[in-house]
């Protein structure tokens, strides 16, 4: 008899929301919207695309999907929609972010030893906050608090994005980190990515140690089984990574030793990192160009993670530190001003420029946040960071920005039938934000709701839920 109560009120219930996930309790603290059919009324609709924002606009989602977009004037509203009068107020599409780590960097000064800290709650929290509706992890070191945490969210559990499962990094020899398996044959290095694809892993990050051989073992395991393989390389470099069939490389050309004068086939250059031969490239120079469109013909994607190269935090994001973390992110940025080395200004100016060379000239580029360095690029603060820096220091356009951070990103992941954009039979992945990022990139803070699949989450209150706590858990 209980059982049959507890399946009226099921039924009862879900005849007025359309979600068929059972949201715990936890979770409704954040939904305000859970409609069946929600019409967004008066809307200034970004599409993803890159289109200029168009205003007085319906958009009508039905049961998580786009349904119907077009003027006001012309739109029939359903008689079962759930109106939203969004007064002149944007729309875009959900961020596709693709650097979003699940942890924080927490190394040691004295004696120095590099760590990091696993972050389950806060860290999903934030990049949705923030409007990722769909992030890829690019590098694991709990693997299985990794996948519980993408289990959790699918299940209602905890308010979160969409997660594109990176498995643990793809290390050679010489691992810098103490969670990395250092790979030391090509042999070893293919089972190492066929255990974690049977583990539920979804994606491949190859890492700076490394070489050719391992490389292009775990490239063709990870093809057999569809999976697509990104890279933090240094021992090998972009040229050849794109010759060894390698569908993407993190942290823009910031990672690239092809530049290094010197620099030894299958080893990673000792002393001034590959960012440092950047400072100097002359990137009118063949040299530079060449490499750009070698990229851009294999059809390499480049990840463009700014926010990490520029390591600063917000007022907001050390606001929302945890004592330890606010702490340690304060005596690092304090150690690393002190002796910050010349030419670095130049290097990341340099950076960002090739990333907007490599648009231009047809390359692929997507964004990421990369919330590790010296601790001040949090998960959510430092995503908007590295969409604002692909404007101020790449010189692209606001909707250049946003399609970079939406449309590229889906089809990075080849989810582009799906997500990225607002367009009919997509994903209602939907930000409302109260301003214009079309005109001002930095208005994508004015975020107030994050939709996924037709979803409507309080993007202030999951702020708030873990302000102070950030780092600790
Ligand atoms: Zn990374």
């Known amino acids: 008899m209980k059982a049959l109560v507890s399946i009226a009120i099921t039924i009862c219930l879900s005849s007025n929301i359309f979600s068929q996930i059972n949201f715990s309790a936890e979770s409704k603290k954040y939904i305000e919207y859970n409609d069946p059919v929600t019409v967004f009324k008066n809307v200034l609709l970004i599409d993803g695309k890159g289109s200029a924002a168009k205003p007085h606009q319906t958009v009508i989602i039905r049961n998580g999907k786009i349904e119907w977009i077009g003027d006001d004037a012309k739109a029939t509203t359903p008689p079962d929609g759930k109106i939203i009068d969004l007064n ?54 709990e693997p299985y608090s990794d996948l519980r945490i993408k289990k959790d969210i699918d299940l209602g559990l905890f308010p979160g994005p969409s997660i594109d499962l990176t498995a643990p990094y793809i290390e050679g020899k010489n691992a810098m980190f103490p969670q990395m398996k250092e790979n030391k044959t090509p042999e070893e290095a293919a089972a190492f990515v066929n255990y974690w694809a049977d583990q539920g892993f979804t994606s491949f990050k190859a890492y700076m140690g490394v070489d050719k051989p391992t490389l292009k073992a775990a490239i063709d395991a990870a093809h057999k089984r569809k999976l697509k393989i990104t890279g933090h390389l240094c021992a090998v470099t972009y040229a050849e990574a794109a010759e060894l069939g390698m569908d993407s490389l993190e942290h823009g050309f910031g990672a690239s030793t092809d530049f290094v004068a010197g620099k ?11 960012s440092g031969s950047l400072g100097e490239l002359d990137l009118q120079s063949d040299r530079a160009k060449q490499l750009i469109q070698r990229l851009v013909d294999k059809k390499v994607v480049i990840d463009s993670t700014l926010a990490v190269f520029e390591g600063v935090a917000s007022d907001e994001a050390v606001a929302a530190m945890s004592p330890d973390t606010k702490d340690s992110y304060s005596k690092i940025s304090a150690m690393m001003k002190a002796a910050k080395p010349p030419g670095e200004d130049k290097a990341f100016a340099k950076m960002a420029k090739m990333e ?104 202030k209150k999951l702020f708030d839920s873990v302000k102070g706590k950030v780092g600790f858990n």
């Open 264 to 274: 030894k086939e299958n080893e990673c250059p000792a002393g001034p990192s590959a």
């Open 88 to 141: 002149g107020k944007a729309l875009m599409p959900g961020l596709v972010m693709m650097h979003e780590h699940l942890y924080i960097s927490a190394f040691s000064l004295d004696p120095f030893y590099l760590n990091v800290r696993q972050l389950p709650l806060s860290f999903p929290r934030l990049y949705f906050a923030a409007g990722a509706t769909t992030i890829r992890t690019t590098g694991s070191v």
């Open 356 to 459: 907007k060379m490599f648009s231009d000239m047809g390359g692929l580029l997507t964004v990421g946040t990369d919330p590790t360095g010296i601790g001040g690029t949090l998960a959510g603060y430092g995503s908007w960071r590295a969409i604002e820096l692909l404007v101020e220091a790449g010189g692209f356009t606001p909707l250049e920005a946003i399609k970079i951070a939406t449309l590229n990103g889906a089809m990075a992941l080849d989810l582009d039938k799906k997500i990225g954009t607002i367009e009919v039979g997509k994903s209602a992945d939907l930000l409302i934000i109260d301003g214009d990022p079309s005109k001002n990139i930095s208005d994508i803070k004015k975020i107030q709701y994050v939709f996924r699949n037709g979803v409507g989450y309080n993007s």
